[in-house]
């Protein structure tokens, strides 16, 4: 797409080129949402963090033009008393190979230390929308500190598959956490190491400024976010990730997350850095073997070819802080666009979202990864 403006002297001027076609599929009027899964048969889902927004419910479904809580209210009701049982605040959800929605509750709104017993991974089934399993996750991988940011599943390890979920934690260190979905048992590995924590040198610009956390009065001070982005290569071999705060993309292979027993300098030592993607939020792999990186610094997407190059497949001054990212069987890649950035925080309390945050979708030709 071009666009044109007029000079003083009458002749059109160069702009900034938009690159591949988005297509909005919902916008959203009401509380901010960040996750975003699209289930085989087309059904989607989102989730609203608990950051400061009114938010009734916490995950919803998109039916009919609108967003309902899901799987119903009650369960979005947090109950203090029952953490494990209610939902306190969903920072992701991801359903399956096997048609059920995996919610991540944090339980941690507003970014506070996890209600204990809180946090935690539930499975609704998506023929009945009944809860059918919650795993709860024990202190010794949930810490003080940690802020659980996304998941991603391979069923076809032990009984009942594994999920890998980050630790994208902004005061604490960052690290990959290991979910068995038999035993319901968890381990943390590479715990503040390099790859799962902010970059010391990184300084993110969004919209022509600097992204820090500002306070009247006092002086910027660095928003600084750990392992936060994942995907699971199409074979199940490599799990990819990156912190909020760096560039680059890391990936380890699976096995020696797997195995309990490795030591975290082998692990460490089998880290590859593959080098700068761009400033990302959300990452995705495809059943072609391709990597998804939002970059929220140029409001764009990008893809990792097989052969490691990076090719931007949309760019969009639309896409306001490309946060996560879904991909589809219907041949799409889906994608929230949340402004995230202009919260209040980060502008000495003024909110500078404007509304609607948007759902968009750009066509891949390609599913997603189905480990099962």
């Known amino acids: 797409m071009t666009s044109k403006a007029s000079s003083a002297f009458g002749g059109p ?19 901010m949402p960040t996750g975003v899964s699209v289930a085989a048969d087309g059904r989607i889902f ?14 919803g479904e998109i039916r009919n033009g609108q967003v309902v809580p899901y799987p119903d209210a009650p369960t ?9 049982e209610t939902l306190g605040s969903v920072q992701s959800v991801v359903v399956d190979a096997a048609n059920r929605l995996w919610i991540l509750d944090t339980a941690a709104p507003g ?25 709860v996750l024990p202190s010794s991988t949930v810490l003080p500190t940690t802020y659980i940011n996304d998941v991603r599943f391979d069923l076809r390890r032990g009984k009942a598959g594994i ?17 068995d979905l038999d035993s319901g048992e968890s381990w943390r590995k590479l715990t503040g190491h390099k790859s799962t924590s902010p970059d010391p040198a990184f300084i993110p610009v969004v919209e022509g400024e600097r992204l820090a956390a500002r306070e009247k009065g006092k002086p910027p001070a660095p928003f ?9 290569s199409a074979d199940g071999t490599t799990l990819y990730y990156c912190p909020l705060s760096s560039r680059h ?43 998804y990186a939002g970059d929220y610094e140029r409001n764009s997407v990008r893809q990792r070819q097989a052969d490691g190059e990076w090719k931007t497949i949309a760019h969009d001054p ?13 041949g799409y890649l889906y994608f929230t666009a949340n402004q995230l950035h202009r919260q209040a925080q980060f502008h000495e309390g003024q909110d500078q979202r404007v509304k609607p945050y948007t759902l968009f979708r750009v066509r891949i030709d390609a599913g997603p990864v189905l480990l099962k």
Do not use: C, M, Q
């Open 13 to 31: 001027l160069a702009t900034d080129r938009s690159i591949g076609t988005i297509e909005p599929v919902f916008e959203f009027y009401d509380a």
């Open 46 to 59: 989102i989730n609203f963090p608990r950051w400061g927004d009114d938010v009734p419910f916490t995950v």
């Open 76 to 84: 979005n009701i947090f109950d203090p008393a029952r953490p494990g």
């Open 111 to 135: 970014f506070s230390s996890p209600v204990a017993g809180g946090a935690k991974l539930v499975a609704v089934d998506l023929a009945t929308n009944k809860v059918v399993k919650t795993i």
């Open 163 to 179: 999920a890998y979920i980050t630790d994208s934690s902004i005061s604490g260190p960052g690290g990959i956490i290991v979910v």
């Open 224 to 232: 600084s976010v750990a392992s936060d982005g994942i995907a699971i």
């Open 249 to 291: 993309l890391y990936s380890v292979p699976t096995a020696l997350l797997l195995d309990r027993h490795a030591s975290e300098a082998a692990i460490a030592e089998a880290v590859v850095d593959l080098g700068e993607k761009g400033a990302s939020d959300g990452l995705e792999a495809d059943d072609k073997g391709r990597i």
């Open 318 to 330: 639309r896409i306001l802080w490309p946060d996560t990212l879904s991909v589809a069987s219907d």
